[in-house]
């Protein structure tokens, strides 16, 4: 039995509220397979479908129907879904990374919200745009090492934006008295005003915040405000209080049961009791963590905890047992890759063994951590050994005199390494003697050198063709004249233009289809419809009317500026942890907090160690 396409789009409309969204999205695109003349309905079924495909996570579907929603109510002049789509389109950006693409889709909303005098999507809009700049000004910011109010001034003056459209959106939305809204916008200024090192004005927005939520019962954001709490406390040293909010954070996270959350509060309960050092009581949060990592098989989280526990068990002098942690952290760091966990492990080995008095040189820091992996490979030292001795051979004989290279200027070894290549591969060295034997090899010299070397290659990899059998004692001009006039030159072009065609068609800009429609001379109608049938003066109003604005184009312009960079291979994600807190957090922590530490350090015996305990070293290291 076959149905219509309203009665598919409300079937999927009713699973996606219904929380089925995976059903919900076979219902949409049964609807705009039967298709429909009705543009209002194919408007709400695209922006449905991409609402739909942003919750499932693939945002490049969402991406998609987005811009067929904004394309349509564009043709359609409807302000209203223009508004819409233009704040879809941009949270959509904002998540896959195009930052700047999601700044114009969101002030276009704003605009055309302030144009209709739309109260509620003017907030929309200025809390869409404080969210693209807290994302951005996080995403530039997290590959250095600042502390706090120390970013670099790009990532500052995203940060500042995201405050000033924050508070934008607050002062509207207390005007309409929104409390859930105005709930949201303390929490995101007071996440900003962290990053910003305001720590002062962080904690008093989430104080605000967690008011809000316990007035409407709303433990997820009441224990993410202990948590934010929690942190800004932690970086005004009053580590009690920030452990008081980790726990009332701890036992939210038991009342929702969701055991990454409360593997995240053990954490770092763990880590501010071994700031207060108290390394008992770290232990005990520490362990806990571990056991929650191994159950949700999170082993960058287990490798923390292994990291966390060899430290707080180094400072009781639990050496052995510091050991047993320390060597998991490193067979752990070993098997996900992380280069940065393997050297921090081969460290605190280094010195438990120093500890200890084992004596493994194996496990030296700069040595190879397994011994029977360097036994493996016995060639390779070999080989690398004799490279390091091996004296490179000259490019000109011993006995050549010229003139000697005064003390300021640089050996030019790069040149006498390809001569010894070239030798090594059998290449007559005559031809680099051409330009005198009397005179050291410089840049130019080199580049002529490989120019040969490499010439015999370059000519492997040409095309030629062959237009006569016999050559002719013609003028070069005659030449380019005949191949571009032959058969076999018609042939490269057309076989060119073949090859180069795909790619010339990506950087066409395509006049916008409507995948559903039914019939595309419904746009036509609606167009002509627009322009009236007055007379000449009226009718150009109206052709006026119906072009798009700069703005637009303007848009469509910057979103279209991105599409080459939609088909360069993406970085490899990074591994998730869902039992480690926010990582911005934790490694300003270790930062911020390293002279504590410092001052925290238990001393070695002097007769097992000459320096500092493992668990002082790898906290400068960080995890």
């Known amino acids: 039995m076959s149905c219509s396409c309203m009665e598919l789009a409300l079937e999927g409309e009713r699973l996606c509220k219904a929380g089925d969204c995976r059903m919900g999205v076979q219902f949409f695109e049964a609807a705009v397979e039967a298709g429909t003349d009705d543009l209002k309905t194919l408007s709400a079924i695209y922006s449905q479908l991409g609402n739909a495909y942003f919750y499932l996570q693939d945002y490049g579907r969402a991406l998609e129907y987005h811009k067929h929603d904004l394309n349509l109510a564009r043709t359609t002049n409807d302000k209203i879904g223009e508004a819409k789509a233009s704040g879809n389109l941009g949270n959509t950006l904002k998540v896959i990374g195009r930052f700047d693409e999601a700044i114009v889709c969101c002030l276009r909303h704003l605009e055309i919200s302030r144009e209709i005098e739309d109260k509620v999507g003017e907030a929309r809009a200025l809390y869409n745009l404080g969210n693209v700049y807290h994302a951005k000004g996080k995403h530039l910011g997290r590959h250095g090492n600042q502390d706090p109010g120390e970013f670099a001034p790009e990532v500052k003056e995203c940060l500042e934006k995201a405050v000033y459209y924050y508070n934008e959106n607050l002062n509207l939305v207390r005007s309409l008295s929104d409390r859930a809204a105005e709930g949201r916008a303390c929490g995101n200024l007071g996440n900003t005003h962290y990053l910003l090192g305001n720590f002062a004005d962080a904690i008093s927005f989430h104080e605000q ?53 409360e593997a995240q509060a053990c954490y770092s309960l763990g880590n501010t009791y071994t700031l207060m050092r108290d390394f008992e009581t770290a232990v005990v949060y520490h362990q806990k963590h571990l056991a929650i990592a191994q159950e949700l098989l999170d082993r960058v989280g287990e490798g923390r905890a292994c990291w966390s526990l060899g430290n707080a068990n180094s400072a009781l002098g639990h050496h052995r047992l510091a050991l047993q942690y320390a060597t998991k952290h490193l067979n752990i760091s070993r098997d996900i890759g992380d280069q940065t966990g393997m050297m921090t492990a081969q460290m605190n080995l280094a010195d438990l063994k120093g500890v200890l008095g084992i004596s493994d040189q194996s496990n030296l820091p700069n040595a190879s951590v397994d011994k029977t992996e360097s036994s493996q490979k016995p060639t390779d030292k070999a080989r690398r050994f004799s490279m390091e001795n091996m004296e490179l051979m000259k490019l000109t004989p011993d006995k050549k005199t010229g003139k000697q290279v005064s003390g300021g200027a640089r050996p030019k070894q790069k040149v006498q390494k390809s001569a010894s290549v070239a030798v090594d591969m059998g290449v007559d060295s005559k031809g680099a003697q051409q330009n005198g034997s009397t005179e050291d090899f410089d840049d130019d010299g080199l580049f002529d050198l490989l120019t040969r070397f490499q010439s015999r290659r370059i000519d492997d990899q040409r095309c030629s063709l062959r237009l006569q059998d016999q050559p002719s004692p013609e003028s070069d001009e005659s030449k380019d004249i005949r191949l571009m006039s032959s058969p076999a030159s018609e042939k490269l072009m057309d076989m060119v233009a073949g090859f180069q065609a795909s790619r010339m068609n990506d950087q066409r800009a395509s006049l916008p289809t409507f995948p559903g429609l039914t019939s595309q001379a419904v746009i036509g109608q609606l167009l002509e419809s627009s322009s009236g049938n007055g007379a000449a003066g009226a009718g150009n109003e109206d052709n006026s009317k119906k072009m798009p604005d700069d703005n637009f184009f303007e848009m469509l312009m910057r979103c279209q500026a991105t599409r080459l960079e939609d088909q360069r291979s993406s970085l490899p994600l990074e591994l998730a942890a869902p039992t480690v807190p926010d990582e911005d957090f934790l490694s300003l922590i270790m930062r911020v907090q390293s002279s504590r530490i410092d001052e925290q350090r238990s001393h070695l015996p002097e007769d097992g160690a000459s320096g500092s305990s493992g668990s002082g070293r790898s906290s400068k290291k960080g995890t």
């Not at 942190?231 to 929702?256: P, R, T, V």
């Open 209 to 261: 915040r967690l008011s809000i939520a316990k007035e409407y019962g709303d433990k997820a954001a009441e224990r993410r405000a202990y948590t934010n709490l929690g942190n800004a406390h932690i970086f005004l040293g009053d580590f009690e209080l920030a452990a008081d909010y980790y726990k009332k954070s701890l036992q939210i996270a038991k009342q929702l049961g969701d055991r990454a959350l």
